[in-house]
């Protein structure tokens, strides 16, 4: 593949935001038919380069090569004439109409097909590469694996060159990846060049035959990925040699801190999920993990333990035999409840407010008659820098100066070191670097085995299995059975995440 | 031309402090090319406005008259505002404090303790405190917009004080002027510098914008209050009770604004009139906008606004301008404060321009340390 000219090249792309600087001076060869990974952590400005070769936003400067020639390309629709096609991490996609309808919205005006015959080429495209679709199906009743099939066929139907895909397998269950690596690898022999946007190193590992790194903005390097190990590959996204796998001790609890018990939820939002039949026991001592793919009802969960939604069981919920089903998010802290929200600035703090205010959010040290002890609240900030070792000013230093993962890090301070009996955390090392999730976690496991309860709730499988002591998964609402975290395969959570588990089982 | 607004990187502290200033600069450069178009010389307008009005003592005293009322509702709107709460209807809370309590008044016209100040004021405070109640208990169980429901209100109150003057409460022996009988004095604030009618009305107030100040900056309560107006999903993260605290705010503000308009009844115009406020509830946003929503802020701000109210007074008397000169001060000193607040954390961009190669940005830069 080395000697022909790449099928791609970018030159010295530059693009700036206000306040940042999304990519500076990248350049990047993809060469036909190669599977080119483009790593780098949240932020790194993935997006941001891939958005400029699809044509959604301009660079400030540096030039795009197309086979050979140098392009100028001013729309998506120049870019789908070139041959390029892209896969959101967002889908855009119009929910009511169907599939083959949404596909013909997509297509140049020069060549117009009848829907009936676009049917026909979908059915053809999608059984060639072994992702079935029904051409008349409504868009909003595809599961997320199917919707993004459609984006893909979308793509190959005009036959692209050149697929980007970003971020592909947030949405899918393992099995769901694994086929989709087979129709990737399926193009790739055909000579379709694929960019494959990702921060997970194992799925880079396993499809790709390329690597490019950005690092802030910048390429740091590329590499082979056969010759390179994922502990380079995150040292070269990070910058610093950080061991990747941490085991940590696996124990048992016994006695049953929070439970849950048959709690059903019918949300009003639209998007919501509904919950069905939950029932839960949290037990001391112990870290339970709960798996599941993104808009499964973890949301709803999350906010019914944390009382930011209030359901009308009021004895589905109890903590050491007391309910706690009326109480809110305050009240239920008396209790020793405590949260990690997945939404860090905007929920878990407030951007505008110094790091001391964010101390006092849910902390109500010291206060008597209503007057706030100042000097408490500093001195409780303060603990918390020091021992999370967030990096910051001084504890006057406004949140939104923080560093997501340094915000991230004082959150979770906050809520361990008021020694809570009942611990919940939403992805709790998302978007955070790897020394920082290491302390994160650490962090976790002593306050487990200081014999507080906790529950993480994550999308990361692999985190999932690292800290916890037992596994369920969630599911259109419903949880699957759950098992020790030693006596679990990665396969059996991964097909509770696609919902083959028995609700009996489940349920006993 | 074609311009977007961006935001930008990092919002200047100096101009925070400054803008206000700058804000009157540029009203006062706009007005100066209004009045030589007028052929009015604008040194002579200006002088009129700002400066003949405090000259003497006397002036000074009637400063502080026309302050109280404007640092009283300011102080209310204030509490409000930082809970994100926005409450137009200080002008109708003011009103409806007025009547009841000039109603309380005239059931004491013949009584002649300072007793009678006790319930008179409170009746002022219970009533705008109740007018405000409308709009809390509409945003707490309907989800209605406070901002419409207020502004309704104010044309509601305005309304029942018409229906007031001209019958139940006029008076038997006023020549069918619509007006109600003069109040005892007993039944104003004491005056607190002979021979002027400064009353302690200008104490009151002045201690209003502490304790507010102390609420916002010292209480947890005051903490609560500002969780919600910055974000409202962590203030229910934390727990906080968000229908409480929108009842609390306004009956706050609406009890300071109905103390406002009870002691403006009972003292300085002496009995119930259609017009007992010349838009002192409307002047009060502005004020607390000039003053940064900050209490101290506000002290200087309602200063400023008191002095545009005399000065629109003398002006009329003097240079023949009209009255509604002052309005156009205060439309255009809020217009500047709003423009001002809306570039000190945005800025205009050509369409066509592409951001400066050379900013390098405080995140990355501090990330590469």
Known sequence: ?508 | MNFKIEKRAEASELMRWLSPFIAIGATLVITTLFFLALNKSPLEVFYNFFIAPVQDLYGVSELAVKVAPLMLIAAGLLICYKANIWNIGAEGQFIFGGLIGGWAGLQFLDVNSPWVLVPVMLAGVVAGAAWAGIAAFLKTVFNTNEILTTIMLNYVALNLLNFAVHGPLRDPAGFNFPESAMFNSSAAMPIIWQDTRMHLGIIIAVIACIGVWFILSRMHLGFRIRVRGADEHAARFAGFNAKAITWFCLLISGALAGLAGVIEVTGPIGQLTPSISPGYGYAAIIVAFLGRLHPIGIIFSATLMGLLYLGGELVQMFLGLPMALTSLFQGLLLLFILAGDLLITHRFVPKWKKPKADEVPNALAEGAK
């Open chain 1, 1 to 508: 593949m080395r000697d022909t000219e790449p099928r791609l090249s970018l030159w010295n792309i530059t693009k700036k935001y206000p306040g940042c600087i999304a990519n500076k001076n990248v350049t990047l060869d993809v060469q036909p038919g190669e599977i080119h990974a483009l790593l780098g952590e949240n932020g790194a400005g993935k997006s941001t380069l891939m958005k400029i070769i699809y044509g959604v936003t301009h660079a400030d400067s540096g030039s795009i090569i197309w086979e050979g020639h140098e392009v100028d390309i001013k729309l998506p629709t120049d870019a789908r004439k070139l041959g390029i096609g892209m896969v959101f991490q967002h889908f855009s996609l119009f929910e009511t109409l169907s599939v083959a309808e949404n596909i013909a919205l997509a297509m140049s005006d020069e060549e117009p097909l009848g829907i009936t015959e676009l049917s026909t080429k979908i059915i053809e495209v999608s059984t060639k590469y072994g992702m079935p679709l029904e051409p008349d199906r409504l868009v909003h009743t595809l599961s997320v694996g199917e919707r993004q099939r459609l984006e893909i066929v979308r793509c190959l139907i005009q036959d692209v060159k050149l697929l980007i895909l970003d971020e592909p397998t947030s949405v899918l269950t393992p099995q769901e990846v694994d086929k989709l690596f087979d129709v990737l690898r399926t193009l790739s022999a055909e000579g379709c060049s694929i960019l494959f946007i990702s921060h997970k190193l194992n799925e880079v590992k396993a499809l790709c035959h390329k690597a490019s790194v950005l690092r802030q903005g910048e390429m740091v390097g590329d590499t082979d990925v056969d010759t390179a190990s994922v502990d380079t590959l995150a040292s070269m996204m990070v910058g610093e040699q950080t061991k990747l796998e941490q085991e940590y001790e696996k124990v048992l609890g016994s006695e049953t801190a929070l439970s849950i018990t048959k709690l059903n939820y019918f949300t009003s939002d639209p998007f919501g999920v509904n919950l069905k039949n939950i029932s839960l026991e949290i037990r001391k001592g112990e870290i339970l993990g709960i798996a599941g793919v993104a808009g499964n009802g973890q949301e709803e969960l999350f906010s019914i333990l944390s009382g930011e939604i209030q359901i009308q069981q009021k004895q589905a919920l109890t903590i050491n035999q007391q309910d706690i089903g009326a109480l809110n998010p305050a009240q239920r802290r008396e209790f020793g409840m405590s949260y990690v929200p997945p939404e860090r600035n905007g929920r878990g703090a407030v951007e505008d407010f110094s790091l001391e205010e964010n101390a006092l959010l849910t902390n109500n040290i010291g206060n008597k008659f209503g007057k706030l002890n100042l000097k408490g609240i500093k001195q409780f900030a303060n603990d918390i820098i020091t021992t999370f070792n967030v990096k910051c000013h001084n504890s006057k230093t406004a949140a939104s100066n923080l560093s997501g993962g340094n915000l991230q890090k004082f959150i979770i301070g906050r809520e361990i070191l008021q020694e809570p009996t009942v611990l919940i955390a939403a992805h709790p090392t998302w978007g955070v670097d790897f020394g920082s999730s290491k302390a994160i976690q650490e962090s976790i496991i002593e306050l487990r085995n200081n014999g507080a309860a906790v529950v993480v709730i994550s999308e990361d499988l692999d985190e999932l299995f690292q800290i916890s002591d037992r596994m369920c998964a969630l599911f259109h609402g419903r949880i699957s059975p759950v098992k020790p975290a030693t006596d679990v395969s990665i396969e059996e959570v991964g097909r509770w995440m696609a919902g083959v588990f028995d609700e009996q089982e489940a349920a006993a």
